[in-house]
């Protein structure tokens, strides 16, 4: 699964990903990793020519939106979330989106594309392996 149109929802009844338009503060991004600019700059203009093509990952635990990696932020949401978060820090290489996420602040749109799965603490961690 995909998902294909903007906006699309899928799965929902299976419990499988679901495509969704979130705001992007709504996601939390605890990795740390430093983005490169000129992807950035690249999405960037790709973006604002054909759109978001491929939506971010991003993982629902608790109602709470994981996503992406991040270059500022990373450190308040470490020690926030604490030893869940600790572990997710660690393991979190499987969620794509930090480049396609830092084009989105950056052309100012307020929301973004996303794959959503559910998971818990406990699968997470597995799941991003
Ligand atoms: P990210 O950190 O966001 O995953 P990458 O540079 O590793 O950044 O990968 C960029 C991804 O963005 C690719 O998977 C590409 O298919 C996807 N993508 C989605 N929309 C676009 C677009 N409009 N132009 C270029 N790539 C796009």
Redesign the pocket.
Known sequence: FTGSSPGSRSNSATGGPVIVELPLEKIKRPLIRT??PK?VK??MD??Q??????P?DVIEVDGVYYG??SSESSLKCYYTYSFFLFNFCFTCIGL??????EAHQRLGLLKIRCKVRHGTKETLRHYLR
């Open positions: 983005s490169d992807k690249e999405l790709s973006i020519k054909i759109g978001l093509e491929v971010v992406t990696c794509s989106g930090c480049h396609r996420y």
